[in-house]
């Protein structure tokens, strides 16, 4: 059974940091690209990072300098480095998967986990 389980969030203060992460299993494919997203209750899902199967990665401008994705084939597992944490960084994470070809923000992704919540108080 495909399943994406996320975790690491909780509740931090402006100017600290966390550490996402996202264990991936069953994965029936390989040269699969993943994201993180997130999604605040009343507003429209955002997108994050990205990385895609050769590790190129991209950003959400509102995060850039501040979070870094990353993987770990080894471990099947996928991270997302938040540094520099804002009020505004507030939301439920999602991380996600899409089989086949390159991500972008826009994707239709195939799996999705069911969330970590982040907080972050001025």
């Known amino acids: 059974q495909v399943q994406l389980v996320e975790s690491g969030g909780g509740s931090v203060q402006a100017g600290g940091s966390l550490r996402l992460s996202c264990a991936a299993s069953g994965f029936p494919y390989s040269g699969y690209c993943m994201g993180w997203f997130r999604q605040v209750p009343g507003k429209e899902r955002e997108g994050v990072a990205i990385?895609?199967?050769?590790?190129?990665?991209r950003y959400a401008d509102s995060v850039k300098g501040r979070f870094t994705i990353s993987k770990d084939n080894a471990k099947n597992t996928l991270y997302l480095q938040m540094n520099s944490l804002k009020p505004e960084d507030t939301a439920m994470y999602h991380c996600?998967?899409?089989?086949?070809?390159?991500?972008?923000?826009?994707?239709?992704?195939?799996?999705w986990g069911q969330g970590t919540q982040v907080t972050v108080s001025s």
């Open positions: 990385i895609n199967s050769d590790s190129s990665t």
């Open positions: 996600a998967v899409r089989w086949h070809g390159d991500c972008f923000f826009n994707s239709f992704y195939n799996i």
